[in-house]
């Protein structure tokens, strides 16, 4: 990397010279503040462009920022003095350079609202314009999460460079973003085709959490819980549907957990959220993630490449995060070439419309597989659809759990095992299929 210029002009404090108890900056330190953080970004953004190698290391990009500052302060100090105006004093500088570090290398406006752990969504539809929907169902007005909207695109951009080994960038050219916050939120962010840049994000407030964990949180009771355990175990197939934040990752993490430790398990994600390998619970884990076309347009890896690579790979189970393409097709084969308890989710509000959305997804491969097609391949390779949505009193909840019993033309014939209650969460309705029982008794008495 190009090393940077020496200062020679006043120097600046360290991070020492500022106490928890300084007060806020002034209005003239913030304009300060949001200056020398729009200078910092742009000089960071061009050394990470010319640095050959591995990306810069949080901790890296901390240390080259504060140098960065250094040298503002020391061209602002010099420009006001041979303007015949005194300097800024030691106080003031220490409290413009705590913002602009805390803007650029915490997560700035949003760090308040993802220490709350009530907090279930995060909607920013403007810089001040947020929306905030919480685990109990709520959704109230939330706080501006920046000082303007150039602010808050470089605080995404920032946080696109800390969010791992690949290359994340939001600008014009690439107006999409989607990464996974260090606290396990995924971030996903658009500009240029909104009138505004739109940031969501969607909290994982039960990160590491396991079937029990979520019978304790109540997204089911114990007749569930007992009944996807042995699910699991007993190694069947098994696709989770349901809207968007209806709890489908936080679900399929805890089922994965069930899975026994030396069991060789490959994921496929377009964004890391499983991680099922840093709990330490899984020996054997490979995780593998999509990759998008670079600024030329070429060198993107998708799902359904990824997933007929991962076969490949002596997989015991492969878990791919969400199926929302032609990918179906390899991953349904997947399940029906001997990865038996291999696992998914889809979006749907039911599990009728998940099958015609794996249908429709199917056609859409290069295989074009018709919908009497898809529904047989279904039928002989998922074993059990999860169904979540919330309850009436807007909890996230399981609502029904099918099992597939076979394909009658456009038709998944299943047999559902729970279906929804009063108030719309799972209750036992009839039993599983003798053979299904026997593979129960067997496998998990």
Not at 11 to 27: I, K, L, R, V, Y
Not at 57 to 83: F, Q, Y
Not at 186 to 199: C, F, G, N
Not at 305 to 323: C, F, K, N, Q, W
Request: proline share 6%; with cysteine.
């Amino acid at each position: 990397m190009t090393g940077l210029r020496t200062p020679t002009a006043p120097t600046m404090p360290g991070p020492s010279c500022a106490t928890t108890s300084a007060p806020d900056p002034s209005p003239l330190e913030a304009v300060l503040a949001e200056l020398w953080r729009g200078k910092v970004t742009e000089q960071l953004v061009a050394l990470d462009a010319e640095h050959d190698g591995p990306p810069l290391s949080l901790a890296r990009h901390r240390e080259l920022g504060s140098r960065l500052l250094e040298e503002e302060a020391r061209a602002h100090n010099t420009a006001r003095l041979r303007r015949g105006e005194p300097a800024l004093d030691t106080a003031s500088v220490a409290r413009v350079r705590r913002a602009v570090m805390a803007a650029l290398f915490g997560l700035g406006g949003l760090q308040g609202l993802l220490d709350d752990p009530l907090i279930e969504n995060i909607n920013v539809n403007a810089y001040d314009n947020v929306v905030l929907r919480y685990a109990d169902g709520r959704r109230e007005a939330g706080p501006a999460v920046a000082a303007s909207e150039q602010e808050l695109i470089d605080l995404v951009r920032q946080l696109a460079a800390h969010a791992g080994a690949e290359e994340r960038r939001f600008d014009r050219a690439s107006p999409v973003l989607d990464l996974q916050l260090p606290d396990g939120s995924r971030l996903h962010a658009v500009m240029e085709v909104t009138k505004a840049v739109s940031v969501s994000i969607r909290r994982h407030r039960l990160h590491n959490a396991t079937l029990a964990d979520l019978e304790r949180s109540g997204m089911f009771d114990r007749e569930v819980a007992e009944f996807l355990r042995r699910c699991v175990l007993a190694q069947r197939n098994i696709l989770i549907s349901g809207s968007p934040g209806a709890g489908k990752t936080t679900l399929l993490r805890a089922l994965a957990w069930t899975i026994p430790p030396w069991e060789r398990v490959l994921t496929i994600e377009d964004t890391f959220e499983l991680e099922l390998e840093s709990a330490g619970i899984l020996r054997d884990v490979v995780t593998m993630q999509v990759r998008e076309d670079n600024i030329e347009g070429v060198g993107g890896i998708g799902q359904a490449e990824l997933v007929r690579s991962a076969l490949r790979m002596s997989p015991d189970r492969v878990i791919v995060g969400e199926i929302r393409g032609p990918e179906v097709v390899s991953m349904i084969n997947c399940m029906s070439q001997g990865n038996d308890g291999s696992m998914s989710t889809v979006h749907g509000s039911s599990s009728q419309i998940a099958f015609a959305k794996l249908a429709t997804y199917a056609a859409q491969g290069p295989e074009r597989l018709t919908m009497e097609a898809t529904n047989l391949l279904i039928a002989s390779s998922v074993h059990f659809i999860v169904q979540l949505d919330h309850d009436t009193a807007g909890r996230r909840c399981v609502t029904s759990i099918r099992e597939i019993t076979g394909a009658d033309g456009p038709q998944v014939v299943s047999n559902e095992v729970f279906r929804p209650g009063p108030d719309l969460r799972a209750v036992r309705h009839t039993q599983v299929q003798p053979h299904t029982q026997r593979i129960f008794d067997r496998t998990c008495p």
